[in-house]
């Protein structure tokens, strides 16, 4: 296994590091019921996208 020659700064090290920081994903509230949801993504409570039905829930008993 080949090794460094040299060491490598601090600085060098952080500024490769520097976009391995977490992202939070962006969320919105749907506009037919008002749930927490990704974009572009339908939505899980009652399966709107976009205020047009995208998938038909069942009802819960």
Known sequence: MPNPKHKHSKTRRDKRRTHDNAIAPTLSNCSNCGATISYHRVCE??????????IEKQATA
């Open 45 to 54: 409570e009652c399966g709107y996208y976009r205020g047009k039905l995208a």
